[in-house]
Every structure is written in C-alpha cells, then in structure tokens.
T-cell receptor, first 115, second 111 residues
Framework: DAGVTQSPTHLIKTRGQQVTLRCSPK?????VSWYQQALGQGPQFIFQ???????QRGNFPDRFSGHQFPNYSSELNVNALLLGDSALYLC??????????????FGPGTRLTVT | RKEVEQDPGPFNVPEGATVAFNCTYS??????FFWYRQDCRKEPKLLMS???SGNEDGRFTAQLNRASQYISLLIRDSKLSDSATYLC????????????FGDGTTLTVKP
C-alpha cells in the first residue's frame, strides 16, 4: 500500500517565478492538506482540499493556490515567489482513526529553494 | 502568544531514562490532539493520537488535561532511536482541517 507521495523532492526557483508541487494521497484517503515548514519551526497549515474544493485555509496570501483532481491527487501552486517562500512543503492525507478523529499521514515533502 | 507552545529543548538524556514533554494550547474549543515525531529533514510521522482518558502505546504514554489546556508525552526506557523532534498538534475539530503544530521539542538520547 503506497503512502503519500510528492513530487518533485527538490526544486530551485528564482524570485518572481511560479512553481507547482504535486501530491498523491494514501490509498483510500480523500482529503489532502498542504503545509509549509520553515527551518526550526513546526508545519504551518496552508489549505485543505476535499471533494475537489478548498475546504479550509490558513493565513497564506492568494499567491498560494491549489487544486484537487477527481482521483484525490492535489497540486499546490505558488506565484511570484519570494525568498521567504523557501521551505519544506508537506502534503498530508487523512482518514478516520479508531477514536473517531481524522489522523493525518505526511508525504516526504518538496524542498523548495528560492534564490 | 502562539496557539500551541512547546519547550524547544533540547532534552539530552541517557539510554534507559524516562523523559516527559509538555505542550500547551490556547484555544479551549480544541477537539483533537496528536503527537508526531520528525527526524532530521524528514516528514512528520504520527506517533499517537491523544484521547481524553489518556492512552499508552508500548513505552509511550500520552495524557490530555482539558482544564489546564495541555497535553503531555512520556517516554519510558529511552532508546537511541527515540532521538528526534516531537511535535504537538491540536485541531479545532475532529476532522483533520487546520491543524496547528507546535515548533517541536528536540530529544537526543545518548549511550
């Protein structure tokens, strides 16, 4: 059973460029969340997709957008890249755990460097 | 003040020691709680969900104190392989949306 997969693993972009990151959820999971993790900090919630719609959003500007496809895979797009967007971008898919709460499982992440 | 706060450590303990981490949260409406483990430059991995009655998984015990708004993680008989950063996670609902992570507590277990 494949876990959450993400591509690419590493990416180097220049300020002002645009980037698209991809995520395939764990089999059987229909909800995908994206997080940004800067060095030395915990992951920060960007947004969550369910049934191809953005269900919740964190405190990120409109430069961050996403999409979910009918097969539940998802993309994260970032426009007009800033140096401060350099981070590890994590995708998580979720399922209902035994206690009736949703548990998230993370992919290996995409490490984005903006120069 | 951050929504979820953890002592960053580092905690340096010898093998076999017992170590405890605390995490406080500010939103009293929080509904679900988790501990994740993150190794250097890797993704967070779910260690355990934290149930209202407390729960144990082998050497790991998690407790929730809603009145004081904190959760704890106790690791008994520490192993070298327990060295990692431990992240506390709080959700406002029982679904996985908008999880708030602490910045983590770093544990190093030494021989």
């Amino acid at each position: 059973d494949a876990g959450v997969t993400q591509s690419p693993t590493h990416l180097i972009k220049t300020r002002g460029q645009q980037v698209t990151l991809r995520c395939s959820p764990k089999s059987g999971h229909d909800t995908v969340s994206w997080y940004q993790q800067a060095l030395g900090q915990g992951p920060q919630f960007i947004f969550q997709y369910y049934e191809e719609e953005e269900r919740q959003r964190g405190n990120f500007p409109d430069r961050f957008s996403g999409h979910q496809f009918p097969n539940y895979s998802s993309e994260l797009n970032v426009n007009a890249l800033l140096l401060g967007d350099s981070a590890l971008y994590l995708c998580a898919s979720s399922t209902l755990g035994v206690a009736g709460v949703y548990e998230q499982y993370f992919g290996p992440g995409t490490r984005l460097t903006v120069t | 003040r951050k929504e979820v706060e953890q002592d960053p450590g580092p905690f340096n303990v010898p093998e076999g020691a017992t170590v405890a981490f605390n995490c406080t949260y500010s939103n009293s409406a929080s509904q679900s709680f988790f501990w994740y483990r993150q190794d250097c430059r890797k993704e967070p991995k779910l260690l355990m969900s934290v149930y209202s009655s407390g729960n144990e998984d082998g050497r790991f015990t998690a407790q929730l104190n809603r009145a004081s708004q904190y959760i704890s993680l106790l690791i008994r008989d520490s192993k070298l392989s327990d060295s990692a950063t431990y992240l506390c996670v709080v959700n406002k609902g029982t679904n996985a949306g908008k999880s708030t992570f602490g910045d983590g507590t770093t544990l190093t277990v030494k021989p």
